[in-house]
């Protein structure tokens, strides 16, 4: 018996000094006192006919990225969900008061709300939990980005408006299983800029939404659509692509009051044309491009290179017929008549009077040309001397034949200034002409730009 008592108070000794295993925490006894049973695949209600009504929301951050050519849009957006599961009900007196837990995603119903526009999911950061509290509400909070399909209007660029919608529905639940409502009103939805990055490219105007149910399949779905409705700043745009354009259509203006004859307006003007070129070239990225409409600023850019191939037409018209009539004057001048026709020492005066008369003939065909009256007198009455002239007499038909080239070259002049002026009035004309269009062009494409921009 000593022994057996002996045995006994050296293994209560031996018990006192074990350590006590230390009980659970209370927030690990509630976790798996709420997912012991649990069946995340189950939807969440205690009655099969009752729904589950999912609220929504959504918080634009900003705009990554618009994509003419794909027809699509990059947004960031903060988006929530909160819908009641039945199974996730406590008495926070049981468990030491925690009213709000956060429990695994992957581990409790969620439910399949998409998007309808959804492409591509972006480089969003994954939040693996969810907040649950005590009457079972379940808060869903995380950030997206996401890729959409948008329809583009670019026909306006740089002055653009955008619509895109972001529609949000159950994917296989009807409308007697998942509702959707939105969690605060449209109207705080709808003027909601306070989390947007306000100094980028584009610029947010507002987000209304609408709750509507579409008929397939004889079963009702419930749909939730967000309009994002942004615009364009084209500061950066119009300091970049249009006022380098109109200043180089400027230039190519005022080119027009270069002389005609001075022989560099079409060399200048060939200049503007290589260098709006080069411009246009570089650009190209700068351009918005679609499969399906032209932007306007593609038109301006076009029309502008129009122009300035018109105008070098014109110019190239113009000089052409001043110098056709230059080629003309000068082919018919009293020089190289003498030249053909008084090329000897040995004729006699009367022959060279004959000859300049001749002369006269070639310059003006038509025969409305007269002498003066001196002149001619001079001329008939050298020409009724017989015999050979004297030294006074030489001097005479000398003078006489040096007062009538000056006359012809007199003549010359002013039939080439008479021309050249005829060629600056058309030319005046045409280029009032250009001017005209091109005015009723800009004119046209700023009312165009004015509508679009405050529509």
Not at 147 to 172: G, H, I
Request: net charge negative.
């Amino acid at each position: 018996m000593a022994l057996i008592w002996l045995m006994l108070l050296v293994s209560a000794h031996l018990a006192e000094c074990v350590p006590e295993k230390p009980k659970r925490s209370a927030l690990n006894q509630l976790t798996r006192t709420l997912l012991r049973k649990y069946d995340c695949g189950v939807r969440p209600v205690h009655n099969w006919t009752s729904l589950t009504k999912v609220y929504i929301d959504l918080i634009l951050q900003s705009v990554l990225d618009v994509d003419g050519k794909t027809q699509s849009i990059t947004t960031s957006i903060w988006y929530r969900q909160i819908w009641t599961d039945e199974f996730l009900v406590w008495d926070p007196e049981e468990f030491d008061g925690i009213n709000e837990i956060s429990l695994s995603s992957d581990a409790i119903w969620i439910p399949d709300v998409i998007v309808s526009e959804f492409v591509n999911e972006g480089k969003s950061a994954p939040i693996p939990y969810v907040y649950v509290n005590s009457s079972g509400s379940v808060k869903n909070y995380r950030p997206m980005q996401v890729v959409v399909a948008c329809s583009l209007e670019m026909y306006a660029f740089p002055f653009d408006k955008q619509n895109c919608s972001l529609t949000f529905r159950s994917w296989l639940h009807s409308v007697k299983e998942i509702d959707l409502a939105l969690w605060r009103s449209a109207e705080a939805i709808a003027n909601d800029k306070r989390e947007f990055m306000n100094d980028g490219e584009w610029e947010l105007l507002s987000i209304p939404s609408r709750y509507w149910q579409i008929h397939q399949d004889n079963i009702e779905y419930a749909h939730i659509q967000f309009n994002v409705l942004i615009r364009r700043r084209p500061l950066l745009y119009v300091v970049g692509l249009l006022i380098p354009s109109i200043f180089l259509m400027l230039v190519d203006v005022i080119s027009f009051y270069l002389p005609l004859n001075s022989g560099t307006r079409i060399g200048f003007k060939i200049s503007i044309l290589l260098g709006y070129t080069v411009f246009r070239v570089n650009m190209t990225d700068e351009l918005p491009s679609s499969a399906v409409s032209t932007p306007l600023i593609g038109v301006f850019f076009a029309v502008c290179m129009a122009m300035l191939m018109l105008s070098l037409i014109k110019s190239i018209l113009v000089v052409k017929l001043l110098c056709h009539s230059e080629k003309e004057v000068k082919q018919m001048s009293i020089s190289a008549c003498l030249l053909d026709k008084y090329g000897s020492a040995g004729h006699n005066f009367s022959e060279s009077a004959l000859t300049s008369i001749k002369t006269l003939d070639c310059i003006n065909p038509s025969g409305d040309y007269e002498l003066e009256p001196s002149l001619e007198e001079d001329l008939l009455s050298l020409n009724e001397i017989q015999e050979a002239p004297s030294g006074l007499e030489w001097l005479l038909q000398e003078l006489a034949f040096l007062r009538l080239a000056l006359s012809q070259d007199d003549t010359e002049s002013s039939a080439q200034d008479e021309w050249l002026a005829l060629c600056s009035k058309l030319d005046i004309f045409l280029f009032r002409f250009y001017l005209f269009v091109l005015v009723l062009y800009a004119g046209t494409l700023l009312s165009l730009w004015a509508r679009w921009s405050f529509a």
